[in-house]
């Protein structure tokens, strides 16, 4: 992942929380007929960005098991480079919280824009997709 900064448990909203873990552009195959960015396509964003920190965390293979407390704070517009930062809330036996939120660059310009945040959880599985466990003495991203 991509360290822009060093902002765990921001709460200004000035700057993202965590490290980013993706980055992409809006495009208009993504738009509702309004023009605007369906929540869906920017909710999977979020879930492919949680899923690449979490399998980094549980060293393989993750589900998403949950999403809490969804929240869009802004609309996204074609393009908008949107950049998903997470940010670990809890490591559990076989499972991770995690803290994601949304920005995006207008016109690909400062300032960036905070748009959506939520709580994924995700648990590591084994080939059979049962759950494992999450090795929290080696767990890193």
Known sequence: MVNESDNTHNSDNTMPRGDMCTRTLAMPADTNPSGDIFGGWLMSQMDIAGGVMASQIAEGRVATIAVDAMTFHR??????????????????????????????????????????????????????????????DEASV
């Open 75 to 136: 609309p996204v517009y074609v393009g908008d480079v949107v950049c998903v930062y997470g940010d670990i809330e809890r490591i559990g036996n076989t499972s991770m919280v995690l803290h994601l939120e949304s920005w995006v660059l207008r016109r690909n310009q400062p300032p960036r824009i905070k748009v959506t945040e939520a709580t994924f959880t995700f648990v590591a599985i084994d080939a059979e997709g049962r759950p494992r466990p999450v090795r929290k």
